[in-house]
C-alpha cells in the first residue's frame, strides 16, 4: 500500500509491527452525543486516586497479555495511540511512568507516533510540554466546531475560544504534529456556520483534520433528544453540500483527503489509523478497547474488554490469579478477513491492490462485493490498473458497496 | 384378537373454538391415554403451527383403551378433524373412516355455518351423530336455546345431548359413555381379503411412508405383503401400529380398527390418500369408494429466496403433498423471481399454511406472489384458456371476454351484524340469494361472490365485523363474465410480472394508487430515483417515486471496533440476498405481497 506522501512497501502491512491503543476512561462530563466507554471523574468515590493509579494497570495487563501472547512475531511496536474518555487527565507523569515501562518490556523505538487525545479544557501549556517530554508526539484535539451553539448542542464542556487557545498553547509547547477533530451535521448547524468552523479551523494550520459526520449512537442523550423532537437532525442534503464544501477548503490548506473522514498534510497521515485500516495487528489496553492479532489462527483473532471500569481494575489488581475478564473474541475467518480487507481499505482514497486481494484471498474482490458491478455502472466504484477504489462521489456510498 | 364389537371409531365435528381440542385432551386423559407427564394442553393438535394457530390443520388419530359403566373394554378410535373452512376436504376423508361423530356446539354461540357443512357431510356418510353442548359453564351458556337451535337447523334429536365443560372437566364421561352406546361397532370380516383405506400418510425419515388407514375387511400385519389398488404397487409390512396417541406397534389391525403401517416405502407417489390397501396374494377384488378429488381454487407463485433451494423446495413439495393431495404445483418461471412453482390451494388460509409449513419444517425462505383465482378467457378466434397466472394473459385487443369463478357462500350470523356483513358482501361485488331468519336473533344469509375477493380478505373481514361470531361455508358456482383488466406494476420502466394482476376495471385506478403507494413504503431508498408505476395496457394509471439515497457511510471504525462493523455489512449482505433485482433495484421480499393487502 503506498499513501501519498510516505511510501510504504507493498508487503502485507501486518508484517512490520504492531500498533498500541490505551483507552483512558475517564472524563469531566459525559458529551451528548458521544457512546465511547467513559466515566465523568464526579461519579467516582475517589478520582484522584484512579487517575493516579490506571497507568500501573494498563501496565500490569499489558504485561499479562505478554504472557498469553507471543507477540515476537508482529515484530516492533509502530504507534501508540492514548485515547478516551479524556486522557489529558491523566498526568504527564502518568504518561511518562506507562511510556518508560513499555520500553522496558517491548522495546520502543523514539520515532514512532505517539498520540494523546486533547480536550481543549483540560490542558495548558505547561501540561502539554509535560506531555512531549514524556514522550509524545502527536496531539488530537477534539476541537468538534468552532461554533458555540453546535458545541452546546453536543454538549462539550468547552468554548470555541478556549479550543482555539489550546490549539496555540500545544504549538508554543512544542507540538510539530497537531490534528484536530470536527464534527458535521449538529442539529441546528447551518452550512454558513460550518463553513465559518472550517475557515477557523483551516487557519488553525493543523497538520491533520478529522472530519465526522454526527452518528446517532444507540442509547446517547442526543438520539433521545432528536427521538423526543427537541433536536432536529439537518437534511441529508445539507450534510453533502458540507462535504462539498470542506473538500474544496480543505485542500487549500494543504490538507489532503486520504481516508472517507480524514484529511491531512503531506507526510502526516495517522500511522495509527491506517494500521487499522491496512488490518493491522494492535492490541488495546484498558476497559472497552478492542485488539487485533492477525497472526492467531489462520485469519487472525479480535478480543475486547469489557466495558466496566471498576471490574477491570478489580481483575487487574487480582491478576495473578484471575485471568483477564475480557467480554468477547473472534476467530476470523477466511470470508469475514476478505470482508475486512475490503471494508477497512476502500476507506482510503489509494483504494486497494487487486492483486494483492487475489493473492491472498483467491478471489476477486468483485466476488465479495454485493453491490460491485451497480457501483461501477453508477461511477462509484473505479478500477485504475491494478487500484480498486471508491471515487469521490463514492465515498458517499461506501457502507452500500458491500 | 379383537371383538369388533367393542370398537367404536368417531369423529369430533366443531366449529373453531367451540372446543374440540380441548374436548379431546379431556377424553385422553380419562382414559388415561395421556398421562401428566405427556399432557401438554391441546395434544391432539400436534404441529407446532396449529398449536400457535389454535386450529386443527391435519388430521390426527389417538386410540383410547375405556372400560364402560357396563364393565366392559372397549376401544375408542378418536379421529380428529380440521375445522378451517379452507379443510373441508380433510374433514370428509377422516368422516368416511368412522362409524358415529361427536358434534360440539358451544351452548352459547350455537350452530356455526361451517358447524353445519361438516355435519351434513357426516350425515352423507351415514354417520351416528352424539350431539354435545360445551361451555356449559358459561354464565351465557342457554343449552334449551342451542339444542333447540340444533334440532331446527340440523334436522337431528337433541333431546339427549350431553351437556359438558371440557375446559372445566364436565360431562367427560358421559361423553365416552353416549359414544359407547349410540356410536355402532363396525362391520367386517376378518377372514375376508384385507380392504383398508388410505386416509392420512406422511414421510418419516426413519421409516419411510408412514400410511394411516382404517381397515373394512380381513387384517393387516407385519410381514404381509400388500398392494395399494390405484398404483398395484406392492410392499412388505414392516411395521403396524396404532396411536395411543403416541405411535406404538401392535400386532395386527383387523376389521373396523384404526392405525398405521409402514412397508419401506420410499417414493410419495406411491402412495395416494382415498386409495385402498389389499393383500398381494389374497386380494379383494374391487376397491373401497375412493374420494372425490378436490381442486384447488386460489393460485400463487412459490419462489425459493436463494435459487439453490429450488430442488429442496421441489422435494418438500412432494412431500408435502403426500398428506395433502388437495395442494397442486407446477414448474414455472418468472423474469422477476426466477424459477419457482405456481401452486394451487384450497383457499388463502391453506395457502398461508403450506408456506409457514416450507419455511419452518423444511427451512426454506420463499417469497409467495399475489394469489389469484383461475380465469377463464375467450379469445377472438374462440379460443379459451384457463388462466392461473395474471402475466398469462392475453394481450387485451386478443380478449372476447373474460370469465370470473363465483362461489356460493352461506354465512350464518346473529342479527345485529347483519347491515355490516351486507355491506361487505356488496363491496366484495357479492349479488344477495337470500336471507332467512332461523330465529329472531339467528340470520343464514346467502350470496354469490366472485371468489377472486374471498380469497383476498373476506374472511378476515367478516370476523372483524362480526366480532368474530360470523361463519361462513362456500361451495364452488360458477363462472361468470366481468369487466376485468390486468394492472401491471413497472419499476423503473420495467413491468414486474409477478407483480400483474387482474382486477375489475372500475377498481383499476384505485387499486393501482394504492399499490405503488404501498410499494412506495416499502422499497428502501437506493444510489438513485426509483419510479414505481401502475399500468393498464401501455397507460400509466398511477406513478410514485422513492427519492435517491444520497449517502450511506459510516463515519469511523470506532477505536479499533472492527467486528461490530464488520458484522453489519455481514447482516446487511444477507439482507440483500434476501432482495430481488429487478434490473438495477432491490425488491423487498414484502414487495410481493403488497398486492395483496391492498383492499
Known amino acids: 500500500m503506498r499513501v501519498r506522501g510516505r ?373 462509484y466504484l473505479e478500477v485504475s490498473g491494478d487500484t480498486l477504489r471508491l471515487t469521490r462521489g463514492g465515498m458517499e456510498f461506501h457502507d452500500e458497496v458491500f | 384378537m379383537i371383538d369388533i364389537d367393542k370398537i367404536r371409531n368417531f369423529s369430533i365435528i366443531a366449529h373453531i373454538d367451540h372446543g374440540k381440542s380441548t374436548l379431546s385432551d379431556r377424553l385422553l386423559e380419562a382414559t388415561g391415554a395421556l398421562g401428566d407427564r405427556e399432557k401438554r394442553d391441546q395434544f391432539m393438535d400436534k404441529m407446532e403451527l396449529e398449536q400457535e394457530r389454535g386450529v386443527t390443520i391435519k388430521a390426527q388419530t389417538a386410540r383410547l383403551n375405556y372400560k364402560a359403566k357396563d364393565g366392559k373394554e372397549y376401544i375408542l378410535n378418536l379421529i380428529d378433524t380440521p375445522g378451517h373452512v379452507d379443510f373441508s376436504y380433510e374433514v370428509s376423508r377422516s368422516l368416511s373412516a368412522c362409524e358415529g361423530a361427536v358434534l360440539v356446539v358451544d351452548a352459547s354461540q350455537g350452530v356455526e355455518a361451517q358447524t353445519l357443512a361438516h355435519l351434513y357431510t357426516a350425515m352423507d356418510v351415514g354417520l351416528e351423530i352424539v350431539p354435545v353442548l360445551n361451555k356449559i359453564d ?108 403416541f405411535a406404538k406397534e401392535i400386532m395386527e389391525l383387523g376389521p373396523g380398527e384404526v392405525g398405521y403401517f409402514s412397508a419401506s416405502i420410499k417414493e410419495v407417489r406411491d402412495t395416494s390418500t382415498g386409495d385402498t390397501v389389499t393383500g398381494a396374494e389374497k386380494s379383494a377384488d374391487k376397491p373401497l369408494p375412493g374420494y372425490k378429488s378436490v381442486k384447488p381454487m386460489v393460485f400463487s407463485g412459490l419462489y425459493p429466496i436463494d435459487s439453490v433451494q429450488y430442488e429442496p423446495l421441489k422435494d418438500a413439495m412432494e412431500k408435502l403433498r403426500l398428506n395433502d393431495s388437495s395442494f397442486t404445483y407446477e414448474p414455472e418461471t418468472s423474469t422477476a423471481l426466477g424459477f419457482g412453482f405456481r401452486c394451487g390451494f384450497l383457499g388463502l388460509f391453506h395457502m398461508e399454511i403450506i408456506q409457514e409449513r416450507l419455511e419452518r419444517e423444511y427451512h426454506l425462505e420463499l417469497i409467495t406472489t399475489a394469489p389469484t383465482v383461475v380465469y377463464k378467457v375467450t379469445k377472438n378466434n374462440g379460443d379459451v384458456l384457463m388462466v392461473e397466472n395474471p402475466s398469462k394473459l392475453p394481450p387485451t385487443q386478443m380478449i372476447e371476454k373474460i370469465e370470473e369463478p363465483y362461489i356460493l357462500a352461506t354465512i350464518h350470523l346473529p342479527s345485529e351484524f347483519l347491515g355490516s356483513i351486507i355491506g361487505l358482501c356488496e363491496e366484495k361485488r357479492g349479488k344477495q340469494r337470500k336471507i332467512d331468519y332461523i330465529t329472531t336473533t339467528r340470520v343464514v344469509i346467502e350470496y354469490e361472490l366472485p371468489l377472486n375477493e374471498v380469497v383476498m380478505d373476506f374472511y378476515d373481514k367478516l370476523k372483524t365485523l362480526s366480532k368474530g361470531y360470523a361463519s361462513m361455508d362456500y361451495e364452488y358456482f360458477d363462472y361468470e363474465a366481468g369487466k376485468l383488466v390486468k394492472l401491471d406494476i413497472l419499476i423503473n420502466g420495467e413491468s414486474v410480472d409477478a407483480l400483474s394482476l387482474i382486477v375489475p376495471k372500475e377498481r383499476a385506478y384505485y387499486k393501482g394508487r394504492e399499490i405503488a403507494a404501498k410499494m412506495k413504503k416499502i422499497i428502501h431508498r437506493q444510489m438513485f430515483e426509483i419510479a414505481i408505476q401502475a399500468a393498464i395496457g401501455t397507460k400509466v394509471i398511477a406513478r410514485e417515486s422513492v427519492k435517491a439515497l444520497r449517502k450511506n457511510v459510516t463515519a469511523k471504525c470506532y477505536g479499533g471496533d472492527i467486528t461490530r462493523k464488520r458484522k453489519l455489512l455481514e447482516k446487511q449482505k444477507e439482507g440483500k440476498k434476501r432482495m430481488k433485482q429487478v434490473g438495477r433495484v432491490e425488491l423487498p421480499q414484502e414487495a410481493f405481497l403488497t398486492v395483496l393487502k391492498v383492499d
Open chain 2, 138 to 245: 358459561l354464565p351465557s351458556a342457554d343449552p334449551e336455546r342451542v339444542k333447540a337451535e340444533i334440532e331446527d337447523i340440523c334436522a337431528i334429536d337433541a333431546s339427549e345431548a350431553v351437556l359438558t365443560s371440557a375446559k372445566q372437566g364436565i360431562g367427560i364421561v358421559d361423553v365416552l359413555e353416549s359414544v359407547v352406546k349410540n356410536v355402532p361397532p363396525p362391520k367386517g370380516d376378518r377372514n375376508k381379503p384385507l380392504k383398508a383405506l388410505t386416509f392420512d400418510s406422511w414421510y418419516d425419515p426413519y421409516r419411510g411412508v408412514v400410511v394411516q388407514i382404517r381397515v373394512y375387511e380381513g387384517y393387516i400385519k407385519k410381514g404381509m405383503k400388500i398392494k395399494f389398488m390405484a398404483t398395484g404397487k406392492e410392499f412388505e409390512v414392516d411395521s403396524v401400529g396404532a396411536f395411543a396417541p
Open chain 1, 7 to 379: 511510501k510504504v512497501e507493498e508487503d502485507n502491512l501486518e508484517a512490520r509491527g504492531f500498533s498500541l491503543y490505551l483507552h483512558v476512561p475517564f472524563c469531566i462530563s459525559k458529551c451528548l452525543y458521544c457512546d465511547f466507554y467513559s466515566v465523568p471523574l464526579a461519579s467516582l468515590p475517589e478520582p484522584d486516586k484512579a487517575i493516579e493509579s490506571y497507568p500501573k494497570l494498563l501496565i500490569k495487563e499489558f504485561s499479562k497479555l505478554q504472557k498469553s501472547y507471543d507477540l515476537e512475531p508482529y515484530g516492533e511496536i509502530k504507534s501508540i495511540f492514548f485515547g478516551g474518555g479524556t486522557p489529558t487527565l491523566l498526568s504527564p507523569d502518568g504518561i511518562e511512568h506507562i511510556l518508560k515501562e513499555l520500553k522496558t518490556m517491548v522495546g520502543v523505538k523514539d520515532d514512532i507516533e505517539v498520540t494523546i487525545e486533547a480536550n481543549p479544557d483540560t490542558v495548558s501549556e505547561d501540561k502539554l510540554k509535560g506531555f512531549i517530554e514524556a514522550g509524545v508526539n502527536r496531539l488530537s484535539m477534539g476541537v468538534q466546531s468552532l461554533n458555540e451553539e453546535s458545541l452546546k448542542t453536543l454538549g462539550r464542556c468547552h468554548t470555541k475560544e478556549r479550543a482555539v487557545a489550546a490549539f496555540h498553547e500545544a504549538r508554543a509547547a512544542g507540538f510539530t504534529n497537531i490534528s484536530i477533530d470536527l464534527i458535521y451535521g449538529t442539529p441546528g448547524e447551518s452550512i454558513e456556520e460550518f463553513r465559518e468552523t472550517l475557515e477557523k479551523a483551516a487557519k488553525l494550520k493543523a497538520e491533520h483534520l478529522s472530519l465526522y459526520a454526527l452518528t446517532l449512537e444507540e442509547g446517547t442523550l442526543l438520539k433521545k433528544k432528536v427521538e423526543l423532537n427537541e433536536v432536529t437532525m439537518p437534511p441529508e442534503e445539507d450534510d453533502l453540500e458540507k462535504l462539498r464544501v470542506a473538500s474544496t477548503l480543505l485542500p487549500k490548506s494543504d490538507l489532503t483527503r486520504y481516508e472517507i473522514s480524514n484529511f491531512s498534510t503531506p507526510c502526516h497521515q495517522c500511522i495509527h489509523n491506517l494500521n487499522y485500516w491496512g488490518r493491522g495487528s494492535y492490541i488495546g489496553l484498558g476497559p472497552s478497547s478492542h485488539s487485533f492479532l492477525s497472526k492467531v489462527g489462520s485469519w487472525g483473532r479480535r478480543w475486547w474488554n469489557k466495558k466496566d471500569l471498576a471490574e477491570y481494575t478489580k481483575a487487574i489488581e487480582n491478576i495473578e490469579e484471575n485471568n483477564l475478564q475480557i467480554e468477547g473474541f473472534e476467530d476470523i475467518t477466511k470470508e469475514s478477513a476478505a470482508l475486512e480487507r475490503l471494508m477497512l481499505g476502500l476507506r482510503l482514497t489509494e483504494g486497494i491492490s487487486i492483486a494483492g486481494f487475489k493473492k491472498e484471498f483467491d478471489v476477486e474482490p468483485s466476488t465479495v462485493l454485493s453491490n460491485f458491478s451497480k457501483l461501477m455502472e453508477l461511477g
